[in-house]
């Protein structure tokens, strides 16, 4: 399987402060992705990390509250910004790989509650 | 109208008989993928098993196996010989087209391994 870090594993963070997720893929990954687990809920897709350039948002997310950085093919950032209690949740870093984009991993994911 | 459906919140089976989480789904696209995502109480999300809707034979993958049935538009995930290990959220998802990463997630079900 790929091999997907997330930093920190949790963190506890008060409301109106911003939060920096990292992404560590290994070097066959193609594609990186952010998604956002909400408690008790299913995984939705935040954004596209998209080397180089601005990430691709899915509809509902927007840059301001969730900017993306992925400066090179196997690292990704994603910041919380101005948290409050309805961002807790665990965002999950992706990546997809495989010749027919048959594989798509997902790192530990970040435990995020906010007070 | 939700794309993918698991009807089954909460599933019990016995350790080391067989059993199978149903998953069905609802896409216009010819080209489609479907994964099935195993998630432990820690919060992972490990890759199990993927199915392209191209593929003639079911797929497999150890202990998992994929009961496909295109024009029921069905991806059961079926474990044989269950194990303690095994009790865990699972979910199904599905890629259509060439929309690269986007999986869409259904609501889970949790499956608990008897002793």
């Given amino acids: ?115 | 109208a939700q794309k993918i459906t698991q009807t089954q919140p909460g599933m019990f089976v016995q350790e080391k008989e067989a059993v199978t989480l149903d998953c069905t789904y609802d896409t216009s696209d010819q080209s489609y993928g479907l994964f099935w995502y195993k998630q432990p109480s820690s919060g992972e999300m490990i890759f199990l098993i993927y199915q392209g809707s191209y593929d003639e034979q079911n797929a497999t993958e150890g202990r998992y196996s994929l009961n496909f049935q295109k024009a029921r538009k069905s991806a059961n995930l079926v474990i044989s010989a269950s194990q303690l290990g095994d009790s865990a959220m699972y979910f199904c998802a599905m890629r259509e087209g060439n929309q690269g990463g986007k999986l869409i997630f259904g609501q889970g079900t949790e499956l608990s391994v008897k002793p």
């Avoid at chain 1, 949790?10 to 990954?29: A, E, K, P």
């Avoid at chain 1, 994603?78 to 209690?85: D, G, I, Q, Y």
């Fill in chain 1, 1 to 115: 399987s790929a091999v997907i870090s997330q930093k920190p594993s949790r963190d506890i963070c008060q409301r109106g402060t911003s939060l920096t997720i990292q992404c560590q893929v290994d070097s066959q990954v193609t594609m990186m992705f952010w998604y956002r687990q909400q408690p008790g809920q299913s995984l939705t897709l935040i954004a596209t990390a998209n080397q180089g350039s601005e990430a691709t948002y899915e509809s509902g997310f927007v840059i301001d509250k969730f900017p993306i950085s992925r400066p090179n093919l196997t690292f990704s950032t994603l910041t919380v910004s101005n948290m409050s209690p309805e961002d807790s949740s665990i965002y999950l870093c992706s990546g997809l790989r495989g010749r027919f984009y048959n594989e798509q991993f997902f790192g530990p994911g970040t435990r995020l509650t906010v007070l």
